[in-house]
């Protein structure tokens, strides 16, 4: 079968029609009537117009032949296109008061294709301009080369008894498993009709942006606005279309024009690699006092009263102001609804597509620079190409996240359900929110150092539960250091260590009805926040005023604390409701269980705090 992309064909020569009988004659002498005139000769090219044809594009022929006498490679009647001989090229001349005039240019007649892979087209003849009915389709959507009942596969030419060339075509698309299913054979329409008697067929030729919309045209006017006799030369993202009307030797109309077609094949064998084609954007409704771009890099799209307009990829750069869509040096009408698609182009303000698939894909901003995009490489947000320095984001084809950020990221399990999510706060915090459990198959570890806090990195928990053993270099020290002046005590917190010489002073409160001072044993200021105090250490010279103090430790239940007294004199220490003392250079270890004790009421200074074994160190 042959592609869209064919021509009409003008049969020069017929036979004649069978003579009328003749009339009496009125003048002059008397005439006898006429006999019934014999069959004519086959019918040559009308007075006052020649045809010549060539399957060679060849220059202008020269005005010197006689009539109906072309010489090689140029021949009197239309051949036809084969395989072998794919193009049939057009010349013609016209005879005005019986000189020749010089032949017109030369032209395309015929275009012969095969089917392509994945597009195939159909014909039928019939003697009358009604359509023929739909062809019927095979039950099995994936057979290659079904010629329906009564069609042809391979173009064939009108005759004066079948006239009327009629063609079909259908495209084959993959399914989701990858299999080509074949779509339903297009409506019935002329590809070709027969003329005679010196009328002629005449092509011309518009190109636009679009695969599905025609440029527009006047089926009336004999030589329509915007089309041709030539085909034009194309740019990117333009694509020619051809119509035709059978005139007399004298140019005017037989009839209208005819439909416009598209003169694009199926695809072809792939060629070699050309250059990159533009990117583009869609810039919304023609804005007069915007400046757009066309460039071989970069074109923009807008939107022109109901119409779609591409700037051209020749226009030379920025496009002057307020030149309108319509001006064809500058613009390529597009099509009038989102459907028009054309190779490398996809313009939509909204689309759905179920199946994709593409080999590398760039965004571009508003103004044609690429920001991201995929390749072979990856895939990469922020820069021109994978491994670009200004990227934000890259994925490598193994699926490896090679550079990204995120402010938070949801974790699903296997059904979709949210099950976790990991965040970076404000502040710059890290936070891990499982809504379960989370397992770390491997060692954990926390380390680096913070200069400017001087000290580690710290690893914060409300709980934590160890099923086997349980270290820890040093523990939280603080010290009860006597002063100069009211408060006279003081808790120096060691929050960066025993062995650092930094401490966060908590000041502690004296109840002067009972004579004692409250220790607190968990940090709430500063640095000392969420620290627990592990060992109390009371270091000062001698009790201030008259008598001897107590020292009351914050009640927190299942804590355990270990108290030295390294004082020149005993200190007391409260539990549950008495003084227990501890002499110089003793030791305690002391643990709260205050909740086990319902006998005693909270109101008593120590409550909870039980004091375990006191050893002297011979001071």
């Given at each position: 079968?042959?592609?869209e992309?064919?021509?009409s064909v003008?049969?020069m020569?017929n036979?004649?029609a069978?003579?009328?009988k003749?009339?009496?004659?009125s003048?002059?002498?008397a ?6 005139g014999k ?5 040559k ?6 045809f010549i044809?060539s399957h060679?594009?060849?220059?202008l ?6 009539f ?7 021949y009197?009647?239309s ?19 019986g ?8 032209s395309t007649?015929?275009?012969y294709?095969k ?17 023929p ?17 009564g069609?042809?596969d ?5 005759t004066e008894?079948?006239?009327f060339?009629?063609?079909c075509s259908r ?5 989701d498993s990858?299999?080509?299913?074949w ?7 002329i590809?070709?009709?027969f003329?005679?008697?010196g009328?002629y067929t005449?092509?011309r030729?518009a190109?636009?942006?679009s695969?599905t ?8 006017q004999?030589a329509?606005t915007?089309?041709s006799?030539?085909?034009p030369?194309?740019?990117a993202?333009q ?10 030797s004298?140019?005017a109309l037989?009839?209208?024009?005819d ?7 199926a695809?072809?064998a792939?060629g070699?690699?050309g250059d ?10 023609w ?11 970069f ?6 009263n109901?119409?779609?307009y591409v700037t051209?990829?020749?226009?030379g750069?920025a496009i002057?102001?307020?030149?309108l869509?319509t ?6 009408a597009y099509?009038a609804?989102?459907e028009?698609?054309?190779t ?6 909204l689309?759905?597509i179920k ?9 571009t901003d508003t103004?044609g ?6 390749n ?11 491994n ?11 699926g490896i996240?090679?550079?990204g950020?995120?402010?938070k990221?949801?974790?699903?399990d296997?059904s ?6 990991i965040?970076?706060n404000?502040?710059?915090n890290?936070?891990?929110?499982p809504k379960k459990?989370?397992t770390?198959?491997?060692d ?16 914060y928990?409300s ?16 010290v009860v250091k006597?002063?100069l002046s ?18 966060f ?12 001072w ?20 009371f270091d000062?010279?001698?009790?201030k ?6 020292f009351?430790?914050?009640t ?9 007294n ?11 409701g008495?003084?227990v003392?501890?002499?110089?250079g003793?030791?305690a270890e ?8 319902d006998?005693?009421p ?7 705090w039980?004091i ?6 011979n001071?």
């Amino acid at each position: 079968g042959t592609s869209e992309s064919g021509y009409s064909v003008a049969k020069m020569g017929n036979t004649g029609a069978k003579g009328d009988k003749g009339d009496t004659g009125s003048d002059g002498i008397a005439g006898k009537d006429g006999e019934d005139g014999k069959d004519g000769d086959d019918g040559k090219d009308g007075n006052g117009i020649e045809f010549i044809f060539s399957h060679q594009n060849t220059s202008l022929p020269i005005n010197t032949w006689e009539f109906d006498n072309p010489q090689d490679p140029w021949y009197n009647d239309s051949k036809g296109v084969t395989e072998d001989n794919p193009i049939e090229y057009k010349a013609q001349r016209v005879s005005i008061d019986g000189v020749w005039q010089d032949f017109s240019d030369v032209s395309t007649w015929l275009t012969y294709a095969k089917d392509g892979k994945g597009y195939d087209i159909i014909f039928k003849l019939t003697s009358t301009d009604t359509a023929p009915d739909q062809p019927t389709e095979p039950t099995d959507h994936t057979i290659d080369d079904f010629i329906p009942n009564g069609w042809l596969d391979d173009y064939t030419s009108p005759t004066e008894e079948y006239p009327f060339l009629w063609s079909c075509s259908r495209k084959k698309y993959p399914n989701d498993s990858g299999i080509g299913i074949w779509e339903t054979f297009s409506a019935p329409s002329i590809y070709q009709r027969f003329t005679k008697d010196g009328n002629y067929t005449e092509n011309r030729y518009a190109a636009n942006g679009s695969l599905t919309e025609s440029p527009a045209i006047d089926k009336t006017q004999v030589a329509p606005t915007g089309w041709s006799l030539t085909q034009p030369a194309l740019t990117a993202f333009q694509y020619c279309w051809r119509t035709f009307a059978v005139k007399t030797s004298d140019g005017a109309l037989v009839s209208e024009w005819d439909e416009p077609m598209r003169l694009s094949g199926a695809k072809g064998a792939i060629g070699d690699k050309g250059d990159v084609g533009p990117s583009q954007s869609f810039k919304g409704v023609w804005d007069g006092s915007t400046e757009y771009i066309g460039t071989e890099k970069f074109v923009q799209a807008v939107k022109y009263n109901t119409i779609y307009y591409v700037t051209r990829s020749d226009a030379g750069g920025a496009i002057p102001i307020g030149t309108l869509p319509t001006n064809t040096t500058y613009w390529n009408a597009y099509g009038a609804n989102y459907e028009s698609l054309a190779t490398g182009l996809l313009l939509a303000e909204l689309a759905y597509i179920k199946n994709l698939g593409v080999e590398k894909l760039r965004i571009t901003d508003t103004e044609g620079n690429v920001v991201g995009g995929f390749n072979e490489n990856g895939i990469w947000l922020g820069g021109t190409a994978m491994n670009d320095l200004n990227n934000k984001f890259e994925v490598l084809p193994t699926g490896i996240i090679n550079k990204g950020t995120f402010r938070k990221l949801y974790c699903n399990d296997d059904s979709g359900n949210e099950v976790g999510s990991i965040t970076f706060n404000s502040d710059g915090n890290f936070l891990f929110s499982p809504k379960k459990t989370m397992t770390i198959a491997g060692d954990l570890y926390s380390q680096g150092y913070d200069y400017t806090k001087d000290r580690s990195y710290r690893y914060y928990s409300s709980d934590i539960l160890c099923r086997g053993s349980f270290g820890a270099y040093q523990k939280y020290v603080g010290v009860v250091k006597d002063s100069l002046s009211p408060p006279y005590y003081r808790l120096n917190f060691f929050y960066k260590g025993f062995d650092k010489s930094d401490s966060f002073s908590n000041k502690i409160t004296y109840h002067n009805a009972n004579n004692y001072w409250d220790i607190p044993l968990y940090g709430t200021d500063g640095e000392t926040a969420g620290l627990p105090l592990d060992i109390l250490i009371f270091d000062f010279g001698i009790i201030k005023d008259s008598g001897k103090y107590g020292f009351a430790l914050e009640t927190i239940n299942g804590k355990q604390v270990t108290v030295i007294n390294i004082n020149n004199q005993a200190i007391d220490i409260m539990s549950n409701g008495y003084r227990v003392e501890l002499k110089k250079g003793y030791m305690a270890e002391m643990i709260c269980i205050a909740n086990a004790l319902d006998s005693v009421p909270d109101s008593i200074i120590g409550k909870g705090w039980m004091i375990g074994a006191i050893r002297e160190n011979n001071w």
